[in-house]
């Protein structure tokens, strides 16, 4: 097979950037060898990502349709791992995609990064919510997000039927990695930081006592970046073996190994901040939506209060089934996810993330 063009979107954040950086150090022949582009938007991030052999191309931003539709025919692989809630950028890359499969005849990959708060309960649950499990494998996931959409729509949930409903009509390849809390230190070039457990930190030292969302009553999974990686490094190697990967309805990937309960995290980011001395008490307390969005100075709007209920405070269980079945084996567990709670608490007092 001759050599594959691979553009990332989102190169410079913590997600793409890891998924980059595993790209660039496989052993797997295929990936190895392919030719690697991204967009970025500054000149510095250019600069660097052309001194690790990637091709940088400024742009001015995921608006640009015309210019995202136009670089993704120029490629047969786009790793989207940007902003999952814009519909039009992810439907723009699936397109060219497509223009480069009738200008080549050759299959066109399109992996995009999603999270499972999708596929979470809202509003917030109680404590007498019905607790589920959904496996990637075994369950429709497709036909669970258009329920979802139809009874209250959600812009990262759009985005994933899109992707999917796309990549259908365009004749494209789609694959959706759709991940629980992702911890751990990134390895990309930019930013390494992570969002959920360090935004209760931040809350925790505005406040003086540490809070959870809500009733804290609702469960997540977790999985660590360098196992969340290696998945979107496994997966692409099935792919360009052109082995029988399930893509499109089924082709939407869970990577969880792990849970934990909103008002358990809480808690320990509670114990940490005290024994750090950052905090001055270990108790935890619940906000309301608009008290847990305003306490970081972040606007209360309607979409942004359902993407901090659904991000921070829903119910959100999945089986990773068909990454195992692929053989991931995801090396950090829950010992993993309670150890790092320290080293991500000190480098947010410390304003390192």
Wanted: glycine content about 8%.
């Amino acid at each position: 097979m001759s050599q594959r063009r691979i553009l990332f979107i989102g190169a410079s954040g913590y997600i793409g950037g890891s998924i980059l950086d595993r790209f660039l150090q496989s052993a797997d022949a295929a990936i190895k060898s392919a030719s690697y582009t991204a967009l970025v938007r500054s000149q510095d991030q250019a600069s660097k990502l052309k001194e690790h052999n990637v091709s940088p191309i400024l742009f001015q931003g995921l608006n640009d349709t015309d210019i995202l539709r136009k670089y993704a025919s120029e490629h047969d692989i786009v790793v989207n791992s940007a902003n999952a809630f814009n519909t039009d950028a992810a439907k723009a890359l699936i397109l060219g995609l497509s223009d480069r499969k009738k200008q080549t005849g050759t299959d066109t990959i399109y992996l995009h990064t999603s999270g499972t708060s999708s596929i979470g309960d809202y509003p917030v649950p109680t404590e007498t919510a019905d607790r589920w499990v959904l496996s990637d494998a075994n369950d429709d996931v497709y036909a669970h997000l258009t329920k979802l959409e139809g009874q209250r729509p959600y812009a990262q949930r759009t985005t994933d039927i899109a992707v999917v409903d796309t990549g259908i009509a365009a004749n494209v390849k789609t694959f959706i990695v759709m991940s629980p809390t992702i911890y751990g230190k990134g390895t990309g070039l930019f930013n390494q930081q992570t969002i959920q457990i360090p935004g209760i930190i931040k809350r925790a030292l505005r406040r003086g006592k540490t809070p959870f969302h809500s009733t804290g009553a609702g469960n997540w999974d977790h999985v660590h970046i360098e196992d969340l990686s290696e998945l979107y490094e496994l997966l692409l190697s099935r792919i360009l073996a052109q082995e029988a990967v399930p893509s499109g309805k089924t082709g939407i990937y869970f990577s969880e190994n792990g849970h934990y309960n909103w008002r358990e995290a809480a808690e320990k980011v509670a114990t940490v901040g005290r024994e750090l001395g950052a905090l001055s008490t270990s108790e935890v307390e619940g906000l309301g939506s608009v008290e847990w969005m305003t306490c970081v100075d972040a606007a209360a709007t309607a979409s942004a209060v359902q993407a901090s209920e659904l991000g921070f405070a829903s119910w959100s269980r999945t089986t990773a089934d068909l990454g195992r079945k692929m053989s991931w084996a995801p090396k950090h567990g829950d010992a993993s996810w309670q150890a790092h709670v320290t080293p991500t608490f000190k480098a947010v007092w410390e304003k390192k993330l």
